[in-house]
């Protein structure tokens, strides 16, 4: 089993930034990709930056400029560095990661963090 604990969320104001950080923790851990997702009231999560094992990431084109994610595969930790917020990237983060077991992925959601962009 793999928990994931988020941290980092908050209010800031439009233009400000804020870094969520993501740890895994458990047994066998062998994780994949990781990635962040968001959720607003009614609408679907949507891919906001995801991160290979390699460090390769991509982002969603609304937040491309602006956020940066990264790992430290020894720490089993992703963060998603967010820069020049706006009003509209205010959601429900939520981290995603996917543990690897004798070549069959698992998937893993953490609690989510609020993140609440002021105008």
């Known amino acids: 089993q793999v928990q994931l604990v988020e941290s980092g969320g908050g209010l800031v104001q439009a233009g400000g930034s804020l870094r969520l950080s993501c740890a895994a923790s458990g047994s066998n851990l062998n994780i994949g990709a990781m990635g962040w997702y968001r959720q607003t009231p009614g609408k679907q999560r949507e891919l906001v930056a995801a991160i290979t094992s390699g460090g390769i990431p991509n982002y969603a084109d609304s937040v491309k400029g602006r956020f940066t994610i990264s790992r430290d595969n020894a720490k089993n930790t992703a963060y998603l560095q967010m820069n020049n917020l706006k009003p509209e990237d205010t959601a429900v983060y939520y981290c995603?990661?996917?543990?690897?077991?004798?070549?069959?992925?698992?998937?893993?959601w953490g609690q989510g963090t609020q993140v609440t962009v002021s105008s």
């Open positions: 995603n990661a996917k543990n690897v077991r004798r070549s069959i992925s698992y998937n893993y």
